[in-house]
């Protein structure tokens, strides 16, 4: 038995030594086959030197010529660096409609936190492959499954204070994979300055009103409105997802060496009114020379909120370019009290599960708008007001122009009436920023309060001046502050001859005033009594 087993064992080993060049050749048939299908799936890197455009640019003494294609050039010791606000984007063009398996990001020093990676076949339509709020920097590769003609990063808070740096921005998959009816550029509108390498496309129409944050999505991942790519230094040039995307609230300390005037002269025909008790004025009084050409009076019912007719609400917890801590709600927030104001609170809570940039918002507060409601050119703006106090409070009335969403922050220009950050209590700071003196670069001049008096303790009379030739600042019928058009220029374009329209808000915590500490205490309210904007003649 042994013997024919053995016999059996030789035969059948003979066999598979005569079929062994068969299975050879059936083997390579299967593997050149799977090596055909491997071919067209093949994981290649389709971003090298494709057109590239950008929100912002970085153009200064540190960063030459930081543009987009920086970020597709294949060396990481080129850089594309933004702006420094929120809300600021990177798109690839493929060329075609591609398959995209794997996004490598390496990030310089500066890196999100917060961004999504999205695709589109006519740049209108966006679809979010991936998308984090714990971005760590460094490298980071996503694993991704998408397709789509244009790939972009839409980052929406940043890691750090400075802008984003990102050395290179690699797209792998397989290059013309699908076929798409390529877009028309549009041409930028007039007013931007773009880069040599990109050209406007305005995506998405914004939700009337809100600045830069889409209502609804607690994690404030909307899609920005891409612009052109203005030159503006490091500062931020097109941020525009005005809604979406990030406008800054206000300023940042003014460094530019404007001095203050000295003067203290109350303007003509205005008798400020400082106290304690809110006035209710139905019909109010023009100052001698102006009429009045909009206001609110705020004299509605308890616990309704503002006018509808002229106020909208920005609603989000991006952190609005500054890194602030609250989420912007769209009614609970902003209420009138009956008594002939409008209440602006801020609290420290979260009833709905908000989440912010930096995970689940801890503060709610409120910041109102008139974009696409009222907008004018030239006149005075005053505002009665009780600001709120303590140490991450930022209060401000402030106007930008109408055009962000065509030119971008800060071409669009901005002036700050007022603002005022919690460890300042007795001083407040009227501020323009425009392209080439934004952010901390602003330019402006501070006004206190004298005998240790603070700002919390009454109502006092913030008011603007604005021609074409210059912005004056007054506190209280004071004017303690005027910048030029000639002094702009100095530094930047003067951004101020187009209509611009009012936001309010109060802002808890961020870059310029800090977060919070155990000497905070909340509610906090800021009180507004009346706005009015009047024009002269």
Not at 79 to 96: C, I, K, N, P, T
Not at 326 to 339: L, W
């Amino acid at each position: 038995m042994e013997h024919a087993s053995r016999k059996k064992q030789t035969r059948s080993l003979w066999n598979v030594i005569k079929l062994f060049p068969l299975c050879m050749l059936l083997g390579g048939l299967f593997l050149s086959a799977g090596y055909a299908f491997a071919s067209t799936t093949e994981d290649t890197l389709i971003s090298a030197k494709r057109p590239a455009t950008s929100s912002t640019r970085g153009n200064n003494f540190w960063c030459r010529d930081c543009t987009a294609k920086k970020a597709v050039d294949g060396d990481t010791k080129t850089s594309w660096v933004s702006g420094y606000a929120d809300r600021q984007w990177l798109q690839v063009d493929l060329g075609a409609g591609a398959v995209i398996h794997r996004v490598i990001l390496t990030w310089g020093a500066a890196y999100a936190k917060a961004y999504q990676i999205q695709v589109s076949d006519n740049k209108k339509a966006w679809t979010s492959l991936y998308s984090t709020n714990s971005g760590k920097g460094g490298v980071e590769e996503l694993t991704v499954s998408g397709k789509g003609r244009y790939i972009r990063l839409y980052v929406m808070a940043h890691g750090m204070f400075s802008g984003i740096s990102l050395a290179e921005f690699q797209i792998y998959g397989v290059a013309g994979g699908l076929s798409v009816t390529p877009t028309t550029e549009s041409t930028p509108v007039a007013g931007a300055t773009p880069t040599a390498e990109a050209t406007s496309t305005v995506e998405v129409t914004p939700t009337a009103g809100i600045t830069p944050t889409a209502e609804v999505t607690p994690t404030v991942e909307s899609t920005p409105t891409e612009e052109s790519t203005p030159t503006v230094g490091i500062t931020p040039t097109a941020e525009v997802t005005t809604t979406v995307g990030t406008t800054p609230t206000v300023g940042t300390t003014p460094t530019v060496g404007i001095t203050p005037t000295a003067e203290v002269t109350p303007t003509v025909g205005i008798t400020p009114t400082v106290g304690t008790t809110p006035i209710v004025a139905t019909t109010p009084t023009a100052p001698a020379g102006w009429h009045i050409i909009w206001n609110d009076e705020f004299n509605g019912a308890v616990g309704t909120g503002p006018d509808g007719n002229k106020w909208v609400a920005d609603v989000g917890g991006g952190g609005w370019g500054n890194q602030e801590r609250e989420y912007y709600t769209k009614s609970d927030n902003a209420k009138q009290d009956g008594n002939g104001n409008l209440v602006i609170e801020a609290r420290k809570e979260n009833p709905a599960n908000y989440q912010c940039w930096y995970g689940t918002c801890q503060y709610t507060s409120a910041r109102l708008t008139t974009l696409d409601k009222f907008d004018f050119t030239y006149g005075r703006v005053e505002a009665r007001i009780k600001i709120p106090s303590g140490q991450g409070i930022w209060p401000a009335i402030w106007m930008m122009g109408n055009n962000i969403a065509s030119v971008g922050w800060p071409n669009n220009g901005e002036v700050d009436i007022f603002e005022n950050i919690g460890r300042e209590p007795s001083t407040v700071h009227g501020t323009v920023h425009g392209p080439g003196y934004s952010g901390a670069n602003g330019i402006g001049g501070p006004y206190s309060l004298q005998s240790g008096k603070k700002f919390a303790d009454d109502y006092h009379l913030f008011a603007v001046e604005w021609n074409a030739n210059q912005i004056a600042f007054f506190v209280d019928g004071n004017k303690y502050f005027t910048v030029t058009k000639t002094t702009v220029e100095q530094h930047g374009r003067w951004a101020y001859d187009h209509p611009f329209y009012l936001l309010l808000n109060v802002a808890v915590g961020g870059t310029w005033p800090g977060d919070p500490d155990g000497s905070s205490t909340y509610p906090q309210k800021m009180y507004i009594d009346y706005i009015r904007v009047f024009q002269q003649g």
